[in-house]
Structures are given as structure tokens and as C-alpha cells.
């Protein structure tokens, strides 16, 4: 069975759909198997995959990529599962009931935020939900900023929380967005960059969670 990954967050503009896809790049480039599943309304992430045919053509295949919502959810995630290393989820904010599902079908919820007191604090109803799923979180500091000290204490106030907080976070780069308009990422774009190398830090961190 795969590992599956949902990426949640009720707030909206924390870079989920983005995070997600550099994820599931980064486990295919290991050479593992991988299904995308998008179940956010507002489609991102299958408007970036079909940029992603037309760039790569039959390449693009081989990042397995599904579209649904509401109650076909769960069924989808357990077939692709059953053929699959790893499946990633991108829930949509705003809809409780779609990302109680996701949860629910995840092993790990990873739950990106920006380093600020606001982001932080919006990210408290997606913890909740995740605890009544009884689903491992890992929050990941999001377009960090080059400001260390905000960014220390910011993990500081999580631990508060009582959540694990991951290792390696992700700057803020102009990388990821570029390479998204062309359905690719910055592990294809721009593989040497310091955006990729957080990406794979981050994917080899959260694959040994599960």
C-alpha cells in the first residue's frame, strides 16, 4: 500500500496546490510511483497538469493525476493506493466536509504555513480536524522570508502547540511559481537551485514520517 499524503489548510494563499506538486515530483524523480489527486473546487492543481501535458507530452504520464470530489474521494485514493508508491492529496480550503475526507484518507497530514502570528493562528481549525481524524500533522514553514529570527520563533510558538513542526522548510522563490506556469516544477526547471534542494529535503523528511 502507498503512503498517502493529504496537504491541507483551511486557510486559503499558503501555497498548498504548489507544495503539493513539487512533493509529488520529488517522490517520482526517486523513483517511486505517484498519484496526484486534486479535490480542490478551484482547480489548480489540474489546471497545472494539463500545462503539464502540453509541455511534456506522454512524459506527463508518468505522474499518475486525478480529479474528483466529494464522496468519490476516498474509493479513488484507495484504488490508486493499491498501485501506487505514493499519493498526494490536495484538499481545498474553505470546505470542511472535502478535507475531513482527505484527513481521513491520509497517513500524514502536512499543513503548510507562512511564518507569521496570523498564519499560524489560521492554521488551528485544520489541527483540529486532523485530531478528531486521529491523523499524524506535520507543519511546514511555507514561504519563509530570509528572516531567521522570525522564522525561529515562529517554531517556537507551534511547539506550543504541540505539533511537529518539519526540519526543513521552504523559502520564499521565485522558482516554484515560475516553474508552475508551464505545468513543471523546480525540480525539473531549475534542479540545482536552493528551491529544489528544500524540496527534496522536505519529501526524504516527510517520506521517513510514515
Known sequence: MAQVFTVAQQKGGAGKSTLAAHLAVAWLRSRKSVALVDIDPQGSLTRWFEARRATLGEEAAKLSFADVTGWRTQRTVEDLAKTHDVVVIDSPPHAETESKIAIRAADLVVVPSQPSPLDVWATMP?????????????????????????????????????????????????????????????????????????????????????
Open 126 to 210: 485544520t489541527l483540529e480536524l486532523a485530531e478528531k481524524e486521529k491523523t499524524p500533522v506535520t507543519i511546514v514553514l511555507n514561504r519563509v522570508p530570509p528572516r531567521a529570527a522570525l522564522t525561529a520563533r515562529m517554531v517556537t510558538k507551534l511547539g506550543d502547540y504541540k505539533v511537529s513542526v518539519a526540519k526543513s522548510p521552504v523559502g520564499n522563490r521565485v522558482a516554484f511559481a515560475d516553474s508552475m506556469a508551464s505545468g513543471l516544477t523546480a525540480l525539473e526547471t531549475r534542479p540545482s537551485s536552493t528551491a529544489a534542494g528544500e524540496i527534496r529535503a522536505l519529501a526524504k523528511e516527510l517520506a521517513g514520517k510514515v
